[in-house]
């Protein structure tokens, strides 16, 4: 049974999300603050967290970087705030999705499962042959989900990883921003450049020797993304 952290002040938010998640057979924990969130973290096991932007003592934004410090677990913010500036800060700092309220509770339903699948299939090594692809320095163990550049270990999260992947995978084709988001997000593309654009800066700060002369993921202007074939 997956562990889900749900951390909002509105505690009427907490439960409705609670009652949603636990039809779904999720065992919930609950949060107030960030920093309650925090403690929860560091003595449970959690397999995902939904964490509110705007909350007393330690905000999610906060919060949400803290936890990144440690944790690669998957996480979905949540805020009252529509503006495309919220949800590329909480794409920048760490969250792996972002859902603004109010929302419909069937759609962060399907949101949780698609992290939690994505996760899973990240740890659990034995889903995948030991396969290895590399391009120059940059070395993906897929079985060990591992990546290495020049031989130094880089932590990604799910997402980062997934994308990263799906490049590696297919050296020299060129993916436009809607495909790699309906790939690896398995949801319609509205509105994704920006969540992907900030995913794929993410990467190559974590790969790249200098982010702004990339070695390994290219931009076409006007088409996309793709690693060269070596």
Same mark, same amino acid.
């Given at each position: ?15 409705? =999300? ?42 999610? =934004? ?82 060990? !989900? ?53 995913? =794929? ?27 060269? !074939?070596?």
């Amino acid at each position: 049974m997956n562990r889900i952290l749900v951390c909002d002040d509105d505690k009427e938010i907490v439960e409705a =999300i609670e009652i949603y998640l636990q039809q779904e057979g999720y065992e919930i924990l609950k949060a107030f603050d960030g920093e309650e969130a925090i403690k929860i973290l560091e003595q449970e096991e959690v397999d995902l967290l939904i964490i509110d932007v705007m909350m007393p003592r330690l905000d999610g =934004i906060h919060a949400t970087l803290k936890i990144r410090e440690k944790s690669s677990i998957p996480i979905i913010m949540l805020s009252a705030k529509s503006e495309d500036s919220d949800k590329i800060l909480g794409l920048n700092i760490g969250a792996d999705d972002y859902l603004t309220k109010p929302f419909n509770p069937l759609e962060l339903v399907a949101r949780v499962k698609s992290q939690l699948r994505r996760y899973t299939k990240l740890g659990n090594a034995a889903e995948s042959p030991g396969v290895l692809y590399q391009s120059g320095g940059l070395l993906i163990n897929d079985d060990l !989900k591992e990546v290495t550049v020049d031989g130094e270990l880089v932590k990604l999260t799910p997402i980062e990883y997934n994308i990263l992947l799906l490049l590696m995978k297919n050296q020299g084709k060129v993916f436009s921003i809607s495909e790699i988001y309906q790939k690896i997000w398995n949801a319609e593309a509205i509105g994704a450049d920006n969540t992907v654009a900030v995913h =794929i800066r993410h990467i190559r700060e974590k790969i790249e020797i200098n982010p702004k002369e990339p070695r390994y993921i290219k931009v076409v202007w006007g088409v996309g993304y793709k690693i060269d !074939k070596v």
